[in-house]
T-cell receptor, first 113, second 117 residues
Framework: SQKIEQNSEALNIQEGKTATLTCNYT??????LQWYRQDPGRGPVFLLL?????KEKRKERLKVTFDTTLKQSLFHITASQPADSATYLC????????????FGKGTTLSVSS | NAGVMQNPRHLVRRRGQEARLRCSPM?????VYWYRQLPEEGLKFMVY????????ESGMPKERFSAEFPKEGPSILRIQQVVRGDSAAYFC???????????????FGPGTRLTVL
C-alpha cells in the first residue's frame, strides 16, 4: 500500500532563515502532490500543488520541488516569520483519478524571533 | 463566499450513543470528503461522495459508520454505537467538479471534535 513519510516531526528555526521540509513516499506514483498548512484546532489549508511533470513550483515565499525518481518532495519557506509556525502536511492522491488524499503525519515548524 | 461549514464543532457522546456530523461544502462544490484525525496521527481518508452517490468508501470502518450526501442539504457522517476509540477530530473537505482549474484542491472545514465518554 502507499506510504508517505515526513521525516521530521518538529523543526525549529530562527526568523529570516529558510525552512526546508521533506516528504517521501513509496509504493506509488502519484499524479500530483500537495502541501497543506494546519494550525492547532483548525482544518488544513491548501498551499501548493505540484504535478508529476513539474520539477518546481513557487508561490510568494514558498517553493516546492518534486523528484519522481527519488520519490521525494521538498517544501521551502524562505525568509521565515513567526507567523509561519504551524504544522505542514504533505499529501498525495490515492488513485490516478485524483480524488481522495493520503496525508503524512506532518512536520511542526516553529519560527523564533 | 462562505467556506466549508461543519457542525457541531464539538460533540460529546456516551458509549453506545449515535453521533451525527454535518458538513456543508463550499458553494458550487459537488465533491465531499471525510477524514479522521486521531491524536498524534495524520489525517486518514474515510469516504468520498458526490451528490447522492458514494464514490469511494475504502477508508470507512465496515461497521457502525455511514455517510450520505443527499440532493438537498448537508453531507452527514453517522457513527452508531460510539466507542471510546471513535474520539477524534473529523474533518470534511470539498472540491469543485472535474474540469475546474482547482479541481484537485481540497478546501477543509474547521472539523468536529468528537469525545466519547
Amino acid at each position: 500500500s502507499q506510504k508517505i513519510e515526513q521525516n521530521s516531526e518538529a523543526l525549529n528555526i530562527q526568523e529570516g532563515k529558510t525552512a526546508t521540509l521533506t516528504c517521501n513516499y513509496t509504493n506509488y506514483s502519484p499524479a500530483y502532490l500537495q502541501w497543506y498548512r494546519q494550525d492547532p484546532g483548525r482544518g488544513p489549508v491548501f498551499l501548493l500543488l505540484i504535478r508529476e511533470n513539474e520539477k518546481e513550483k513557487r508561490k510568494e515565499r514558498l517553493k516546492v520541488t518534486f523528484d519522481t525518481t527519488l520519490k521525494q518532495s521538498l517544501f521551502h519557506i524562505t525568509a521565515s516569520q513567526p507567523a509561519d509556525s504551524a504544522t505542514y502536511l504533505c499529501a498525495l492522491d490515492i488513485n490516478q483519478a485524483g480524488t481522495a488524499l493520503i496525508f503524512g503525519k506532518g512536520t511542526t515548524l516553529s519560527v523564533s524571533s | 463566499n462562505a467556506g466549508v461549514m461543519q457542525n457541531p464543532r464539538h460533540l460529546v457522546r456516551r458509549r453506545g450513543q449515535e453521533a451525527r456530523l454535518r458538513c456543508s461544502p463550499m458553494k458550487g462544490h459537488s465533491h465531499v470528503y471525510w477524514y479522521r484525525q486521531l491524536p498524534e496521527e495524520g489525517l486518514k481518508f474515510m469516504v468520498y461522495l458526490q451528490k447522492e452517490n458514494i464514490i469511494d468508501e475504502s477508508g470507512m470502518p465496515k461497521e457502525r459508520f455511514s455517510a450520505e450526501f443527499p440532493k438537498e442539504g448537508p453531507s452527514i457522517l453517522r457513527i452508531q454505537q460510539v466507542v471510546r476509540g471513535d474520539s477524534a477530530a473529523y474533518f470534511c473537505a470539498s472540491s469543485p467538479a472535474v474540469g475546474s482549474s482547482s479541481y484537485n484542491e481540497q478546501f477543509f472545514g474547521p472539523g468536529t471534535r468528537l469525545t466519547v465518554l
